[in-house]
């Protein structure tokens, strides 16, 4: 018998040593990180000498360049290097450790209005319901009260945890919509959802703090900020006052000006979560307690490549240790694939397959949560991928 094998996680290694090699429990739980490689970049100016001289003691590849630091070895070995380096550098050290933690950490729950919601087991479906005439997907089709509260019931009888209501389009070159507005598309269908369904978890789409305010009144259960806090500086206090969930997205520049604007990275994923921090260090300043839910903004101020490369990389979002969200439902990055691969151009309606490509691997890398449409079609499509992905690991 000869198996190469490769593990991304000290729980199923654990599992391998002690039940496939019959290794005893203590000493596998001890060992259970040497079978797990671990790459850390770090930006801080570093003592070379101090780093090397850890590195040596403990079997730890090290990279150096101008205050650019890369970490190489399994995780047993990482945080071998941690306890050597930790006499130079105390709470840099544990910063790492703590990373790791983090990166670890699979499930999570959210809890709120008296309501629990458990992820990591099985993917939870945030179903769109865009109460708004030009939204890219669905515009206009249930700006109806009584058609989105219809469509609300028909998300949830085909499996969605949560609903998501958008009064505000945030498609490229859509235009911005004043608060009283937005009041007055999603409040009324907030409030008859939440009579119909007093269990689901209801979101709301938007990034001004007294839209915010209003909904969390009437019952709405999370906040999906496209912006971060980034248009509406104060929505940063409504969410501390209320500790509600609150889904910071990450965005570049804004909707309006996405076809008029250059769109640069040096690196999307780098960016990305280093804009995130900040976005988390300012939120907790404020005091606020709740959970926040990672949303890398698949679209929101990216070119399809950028799209591609953080789905790509989706499991360095998990440094967090917080739920992930993603959103690619019909996207127009998907569009564009398959008209460049396939010599076949879609409306937005027509990229379930290419969505449910889209969201398979974030899923299988760390994703918690999918923003779709397509409710029914996606439940069915994460049976599957559920079962395999958590098969043995609960």
């Known amino acids: 018998m000869l198996l190469v094998k490769e593990f991304d996680d000290r729980d199923n290694f654990y599992r391998f040593l002690k039940e496939r090699v019959g290794v005893f429990f203590r000493e596998a739980e001890q060992r259970s990180s040497e079978g797990i490689h671990r790459v850390i970049y770090l930006e801080k100016n570093l003592d070379p000498s101090k780093v090397f001289e850890c590195s040596r003691q403990v079997g730890v590849h090290v990279f150096f360049n101008e205050g650019k630091v890369v970490l190489s070895g399994t995780e047993a070995q990482i945080r071998q290097f941690c306890g050597c380096f930790s006499k130079y550098y105390k709470d840099f050290s544990v910063q790492i450790l703590e990373a790791l933690i983090r990166y670890r950490t699979k499930s999570f729950k959210l809890q709120y209005n008296y309501k629990i919601l458990p992820l990591g087991i099985k993917t939870a479906i945030m179903g769109v319901l865009n109460v708004t005439p030009d939204s890219f997907s669905d515009g206009g089709l249930y700006y109806d009260k009584n058609t989105a509260v219809k469509r609300a019931v028909q998300m949830v009888e085909e499996g969605a945890d949560i609903i998501d209501i958008g009064g505000e389009s945030t498609r490229p070159d859509s235009g911005r919509i004043d608060e009283g507005e937005e009041l007055k598309r999603v409040l009324p269908v907030l409030k008859e959802v939440r009579k119909e369904l007093p269990k689901v978890w209801i979101s709301v789409d938007t990034y001004k703090a007294s839209v915010a305010k209003a909904c969390l009144e009437e019952g709405a259960d999370i906040i999906n900020d496209i912006s971060g806090g980034t248009f509406d500086s104060k929505i940063y206090e409504v969410i501390s006052q209320y500790n509600c969930p609150y889904v910071i997205n990450h965005i570049k520049g804004r909707p309006e ?58 499991n360095e979002y998990r440094i967090f240790g917080a739920p992930l969200m993603i959103g690619v439902s019909r996207k127009s ?33 760390g994703a918690h949560i999918v923003r779709v449409h397509d409710v029914a079609q996606t439940r069915e499509f994460l049976a599957l991928l559920d079962t395999v992905r958590t098969y043995g690991d609960f």
């Open 257 to 314: 000006d996405w076809k008029k604007m250059p769109i640069v990275y040096e690196d999307v994923v780098h960016e990305s979560v280093q804009w995130l921090w900040a976005r988390i260090e300012s939120l907790k300043a404020k005091g606020y307690k709740g959970t926040f839910i990672i949303d890398p903004g698949i679209g929101f101020g990216k070119l399809p490549e950028h799209n591609v490369e953080i789905i790509k990389r989706f």
């Open 333 to 365: 990055f998907i569009g564009l694939i398959l008209e460049g691969l396939l010599k076949k151009k879609t409306e937005p309606r027509e990229r379930l397959y290419g969505s449910l490509g889209a969201l398979a691997l974030a899923v299988v890398k």
